[in-house]
């Protein structure tokens, strides 16, 4: 059973628009909810978060919305650029993020100069 | 420079041979976590440490064995590789058990 859910596979936008990357989770004890970004040939880097007692979080060009009644987050990321092509996953924890990380598949997000 | 190294970066081998590969962190982090990504199949972990002589298993254990001597250092052993562990592995740390881990760079491993 898959708790985290990154249902579209791929993204394509263009430079200097918005991009917003979804994830959808199952399990209701998660209470933390991670963004990472993944480049070809490297490991995956941190690069957004927010806990369940926030709606929102933003740092620079990236804003993360969690809506808990749906069980629904978004990345949203603007304005696009082409260095922001990469693979991006949603992680979720529980117990304030004391649990174990849950991943979903990942989205390839392709920002076109 | 605050980082996770690992090694080999590419392994190819065969059915039944031993190997290890190698995790260091030099942060000094109490976490430290391994996790194989498959296509259409994410991230998924293997094992974890929370601090030395302190493992558990994941979600994927099976196959795998792990042991954590020294803080720095989590090496993932394969006893007897089969071609389904062929996959794209990654080890992770983090200061606590999750939250913002750091990762290395990966180890693409093939088993023919």
């Known amino acids: 059973d898959q708790q985290v859910k990154q249902n579209s596979p791929s993204l394509s936008v263009q430079e200097g628009r918005i991009s917003i990357l979804n994830c959808d989770y199952t399990?209701?004890?998660?209470?933390?909810f991670l963004w990472y970004k993944k480049y070809p040939a490297e490991g995956p880097t941190f690069l957004i978060s927010?806990?369940?007692?926030?709606d929102k979080n933003e740092d620079g060009r990236f804003t993360v919305f969690l809506n808990k009644s749906a069980k629904h987050l978004s990345l949203h990321i603007v304005p696009s650029q082409p260095g922001d092509s990469a693979v991006y996953f949603c992680?979720?924890?529980?117990?304030?993020?004391?649990?174990?990380?849950?991943f979903g598949k990942g989205m390839k997000l392709t920002v076109n100069p | 420079e605050a980082q996770v190294t690992q090694n080999p970066r590419y392994l190819i081998t065969v059915t039944g041979k031993k190997l290890t590969v190698t995790c260091s962190q030099n942060?000094?982090?109490?976490?430290m976590s391994w996790y194989r990504q498959d296509p259409g199949l994410g991230l998924r972990q293997i094992y974890y440490?929370?601090?030395?002589?302190?493992?558990d298993k994941g979600d994927v254990p099976e196959g795998y064995k792990v042991s954590r001597k020294e803080k720095r250092n989590f090496p993932l052993i394969l006893e007897s590789p089969s071609p389904n562990q062929t996959s794209l592995y990654f080890c992770?740390?983090?200061?606590?058990?999750?939250?913002?881990?750091?990762f290395g760079p990966g180890t693409r491993l093939t088993v023919l």
């Open positions: 992770a740390s983090s200061p606590v058990r999750v939250g913002e881990q750091f």
């Open positions: 399990n209701s004890m998660f209470d933390y």
């Open positions: 927010i806990s369940s007692i926030k």
């Open positions: 992680a979720a924890s529980a117990r304030g993020g004391s649990e174990k990380l849950v």
């Open positions: 942060m000094n982090h109490e976490y």
């Open positions: 440490s929370m601090n030395v002589e302190v493992t």
